[in-house]
């Protein structure tokens, strides 16, 4: 994959890694997106088939938006129709044979296997995207191989009773006790969006230790994201965060 062509606008994240693009957009019945039915059209049948097993319609549609934002920019940034890739996403989870309908996305073109680092978020009718620019080596150049994860959450999904003690570690939780009440709800959801993002841009998941396990207090992979495309984030009542792990050495 080339580095970002110069009509895509590879805005830096404030304070974060550089060679990342981050792109909001909102899915619901006021958004600029087509309908449902013309972006299935660019969808595979994998893809398809995982949307027509979400019972609930707005999940369905919700599903099929997010994955023709991520086809679409993954296109934009190759240069090629939408169409014609495929997508080819792996799960640490899932040992059966053929291409995953879940799990850290990926596509091939022609056959071939593209080397790029996307990750995707949904969070009630906005979705978060993200890639990273392998570059040539130099300057932003990540690397084939490195890893690239976002998470978009609502605040208030993350406020149920034993959240703390099953997703946070002994440090967070402690961290978070001593701040003043009104801030906890929006610093347990940073919390959240860190770890989501860390185990995303890794691309394990939670399959090797839960939660719990997973300190992000001081990982410096990872970037609180407060606003993107000139959205606060916070007055829509979300949180988000972006992680870059690099290609292994060699």
Request: net charge neutral; hydrophobic share 40%.
């Given at each position: 994959m080339k580095p970002f062509p110069e009509a895509v606008d590879a805005g830096t994240v404030p304070g974060g890694p550089t060679g990342v693009l981050l792109?909001?957009?909102?899915?619901?019945?006021?958004?600029?997106?087509?309908?449902?039915?013309?972006?299935s059209l660019v969808l595979d049948d994998v893809e398809l088939a995982r949307a027509a097993r979400l019972i609930d319609p707005r999940l369905s549609s919700s599903f099929i938006a997010g994955r023709y934002l991520l086809r679409t920019l993954a296109a934009e940034l190759l240069g090629v129709p939408a169409f014609r890739l495929v997508s080819s996403f792996?799960?640490?989870?899932?040992?059966?044979?053929?291409?995953?309908?879940?799990?850290?996305?990926?596509y091939t073109l022609d056959g071939g296997v593209l080397p790029m680092a996307l990750s995707l978020?949904?969070?009630?009718?906005?979705?978060?995207?993200?890639?990273?620019?392998?570059?040539?080596?130099?300057?932003?150049?990540?690397?084939v191989g490195a890893g690239i994860g976002v998470d978009l959450e609502r605040v208030a999904d993350v406020g149920f009773d034993g959240f703390d003690d099953v997703a946070l570690t002994p440090g967070e939780r402690s961290s978070l006790q001593r701040l003043p009440t009104a801030h906890r709800a929006a610093a347990r959801a940073r919390l959240w969006t860190r770890k989501e993002a860390l185990v995303k841009a890794l691309g394990t998941g939670f399959t090797d230790?839960?939660?719990?396990?997973?300190?992000?207090?001081?990982?410096?992979?990872?970037?609180?994201?407060?606003?993107?495309?000139?959205?606060?984030?916070?007055?829509?009542?979300?949180?988000?965060?972006?992680?870059?792990?690099?290609?292994?050495?060699?």
């Open positions: 792109r909001l957009q909102a899915t619901g019945a006021e958004s600029v997106l087509p309908p449902v039915a013309a972006m792996t799960c640490p989870r899932c040992t059966r044979a053929g291409r995953s309908d879940h799990g850290r996305p990926g978020s949904r969070a009630g009718q906005v979705v978060l995207l993200g890639a990273l620019d392998p570059g040539s080596g130099t300057g932003t150049g990540w690397g230790r839960g939660p719990s396990g997973v300190e992000v207090l001081a990982d410096g992979r990872i970037t609180d994201v407060r606003e993107v495309d000139d959205v606060l984030l916070g007055t829509l009542g979300l949180a988000a965060a972006v992680a870059v792990v690099p290609a292994p050495a060699g």
